[in-house]
């Protein structure tokens, strides 16, 4: 489990989430501060306002009334009054920081020569005053911290509510800011696999304006590329067909020589099939959409034209899905093609389905493919090497494997080169069962 997340909204979200808990936190430790100083002076106020008050009334009173006056100023204040020379020390220092705190206030505001004991048993603050000239200790209740009322609870509840609706605003926050960086990376993939798509939009910070503005750029640099490719491929490919039909009905025409006759012809032949790879490989960015077709019944019908030549095909247990009936015999065509050409007998095509794929698999006993070369071979104009060389000698305009894996990843499938167990090839495509229509290649 990874306690530190890899998205950048994981990321957004856990600074978030830690400011507003550091944020909590302070408000607490500030809240419990200001309290205390406040209930500090509060009670500070009030005592000194009593004492003052007893000190006052001490003053004014007669020897002989001093005892009733003692009697009386206890009983209205609540408080215990005692002459210094009956008990001369009262209590011991105060300690803690409040009753420091209400010590040095009392101290402060009744004068230097005001004394400040605590008794912790009894909760009484004692302060020795001098009243006219005779010193007095004077009990005063206080408690030995701050009193406790309904504030906290109070203070935690809405603590917690305001919790919820920072953490609620931050997780929201982090989805917006999150948002444009996954629209880039489903548009990045997208164009990866060859797939249209809408732009970006080019609105929100300027800084994933400015990437998003770059971005649908080199999406329509490469679109307008992908056409023009297509069409000087389509143009070229098509506009040389016609000479070579010429050429050929002038060559059965006038050469005398049968041999000679038969080669011209051959290379003509074969550059009129290079010719058709151009094509098929300039239609294979062509869109559109995709029906429900039948998978056994395409290949099926693509293989039936090879049977001659000793190819075999063994049907699935694979349930219609969408996808290009021109393109899947393409595929199949271009792969029988390529056994034909590169391997040996027995060639064998096959269909099957498993973990959600339906996978048309071409095998044969040729040498093979080094898995060096799997993935060079699915670029265009790529050959393969000595090892794998064509039955016939052509060379190829190494087109072939190019459009199936393009078609493959038009049906957001997958186009592998495996080996055989036994020696040979196996060239697998594999599509997804669950496709919807998607766009045709």
Known sequence: MRLFPRSLFGRLTLLLLAVVALAALASVVLFRVERTSLLNRQLSETKVVQLQAIRAALAAADDPERSEALEELSREYGVTITLETDRPIRGQPPDGPFMRDVAERLRVQLGPETEIRFAPRRELLF?????????????????????????????????????????????????????????????????????????????????????????????????????????????????????????RLGIEMTARDDGMREGLVADIEEMDRIIGQFLDFARSADGGAMPIADLNALVAAATERYADKGVTFTAGNVLPLALSPTAISRVVANLIDNALAYGAPPIEVSTSAKDGMACIEIADRGAGIPASDVERLKQPFTRSTASRARAD?????????????????????????LPREGGGLVARVSLPLTAARLPAA
């Open 393 to 417: 000698g052509a060379a190829g305009a190494g087109l072939g494997l190019a459009i199936v894996d393009r078609i493959a990843r038009a049906h957001r499938g997958a186009f592998d080169l």
């Open 127 to 247: 302060v020795r005053i001098i009243a006219g000239d005779t010193p007095y200790w004077i009990g005063v209740p206080v408690p030995r911290s701050p009193p406790a009322d309904d504030a906290p609870p109070r203070g935690l509840i809405w603590l917690i509510v305001v919790l919820a609706l920072l953490l609620t605003a931050a997780f929201g926050f982090a989805r917006y800011l999150a948002r444009p960086l996954r629209q880039l990376t489903t548009a990045v993939g997208r164009v990866g696999r060859g797939e249209p798509g809408p732009p970006l939009p080019e609105t929100g910070p300027s800084e994933i304006a400015a990437v998003n503005r770059g971005f649908n750029a080199m999406a329509a640099s490469l679109r307008r590329n992908e056409e023009d490719r297509a069409w000087l491929l389509a143009g070229v490919s098509h506009d040389l067909r016609t000479p070579l039909a010429r050429l």
